[in-house]
């Protein structure tokens, strides 16, 4: 999914700096695609907030009964939460910038519009 969006993010820019093709089909499958990544972020959200919350309780397993199994457990959901906050963040990141580029690319055909 990574890949996916840090290509399809180039390829749109490229499209929309050289204001090349900037016609309602690519309008409409840039709005297709912000609607896919906005679903994957909503899910990598929810598990990463399970993961940070199991992690949380993990942890106040480990100080109030504190054992190898806790320890483990812990560290495993510690483990697990980071790179899922690395990629929610990405996520994030990635679809605010995929809206930016929408609402260029909207401004871009307006003023072709005119022309």
């Known amino acids: 999914m990574k ?11 490229i499209r929309i ?3 090349e093709d900037l016609d309602e089909a690519f309008l409409e499958e840039m709005l297709t695609r912000i609607g896919f990544y906005q ?6 959200l929810i598990v990463t ?14 100080i109030t009964a504190p054992s ?3 320890l483990l457990l812990a560290l495993l959901f510690l483990g697990l939460t980071i790179p899922y906050i690395y990629h929610y963040y990405f996520l994030e990141n990635s679809t605010q910038k995929l809206y930016k580029l929408y609402y260029e690319a909207l401004s871009a055909a307006d003023a072709r519009e005119r022309e």
């Open 3 to 13: 890949n996916e969006i840090k290509e399809y993010l180039a390829e749109a820019e």
């Open 39 to 44: 679903h994957e972020r909503l899910v990598h």
């Open 17 to 19: 700096k050289g204001r």
């Open 49 to 62: 907030m399970t993961f940070a919350i199991m992690t949380v309780i993990s942890f106040f397993m480990l």
């Open 68 to 70: 190898l199994p806790a």
